[in-house]
């Protein structure tokens, strides 16, 4: 009886330990799957940031890579947000010639509007995308530049082109054009943008000799 009780227990020790091997197995499987999951949706966010970066510059020329050369700004009246917000440095044999900032319109007619500011070393605007919102389809969303050229016609503008009180949507008294039906919207985004512009402007050669960081 001993014997037999030895034996039960020794096998009873060895599926605990068997049990123990496969349950240890399955969670290691589960992490390495959710780091390479992770991983690629981390690279699939740089590859579609880096697309965004390099449409907005078009053929302004840089030499460094704009996600490693990267730091953040945080104004909660001009940028839309009080959380940090991402800056993009683009340069030229070191020399800064833009960078991008991705301000926060809070005031759009769905809710916030993310953007993207391309802005020359100068002052002038290269280029403004929307690039996520939630406005009204086939109304507000004309921010789109799927959906219509609006949004493009920031480029070439700077401050005082046209001056500050003029950075306005036309009901308002200045110099952007609305949509029709949808005054909220294109409204929210030419405050956002005239507001990069103005912290732009307070802060450029900070912005540019800032070390390289990220946002915690």
Do not use: C
């Not at 301000?103 to 500011?117: H, K, Q």
Request: proline share 6%; net charge neutral.
């Amino acid at each position: 009886m001993a014997t037999s009780g030895a034996e039960a227990m020794r096998r009873m020790l060895h599926s605990a330990v068997a049990l123990a091997a496969v349950a240890l197995l399955a969670a290691g499987i589960a992490i390495v799957a959710q780091i390479a999951t992770r991983d690629r949706i981390a690279a699939g966010e740089r590859a579609t940031r880096t697309a965004q970066l390099d449409a907005l510059l078009g053929d302004l020329r840089h030499d460094n890579d704009l996600l490693a050369d990267a730091t953040y700004a945080r104004d909660s009246d001009l940028l839309g947000t009080g959380s940090p917000v991402p800056v993009y440095r683009a340069r030229w044999h070191g020399s800064p010639v833009a960078i991008v900032m991705a301000p926060i319109a809070p005031d759009g007619y769905a809710g916030s509007i993310e953007l993207l500011v391309a802005v020359r070393a100068d002052g002038r605007v290269l280029g403004v995308r929307a690039i996520r919102h939630h406005e009204t389809p086939d109304l507000g969303d004309a921010i789109d530049e799927r959906r219509s050229d609006w949004i493009r016609r920031f480029a070439g503008r700077a401050l005082g082109d046209p001056p500050l009180d003029r950075w306005k949507v036309r009901k308002d008294g200045g110099d952007f054009d609305q949509f029709t039906g949808a005054t909220v919207t294109p409204r929210a985004v030419v405050r956002a943008v005239s507001g990069s512009l103005v912290y732009f402007a307070q802060h450029r050669d900070e912005l540019f000799t800032a070390p390289a960081t990220m946002p915690p």
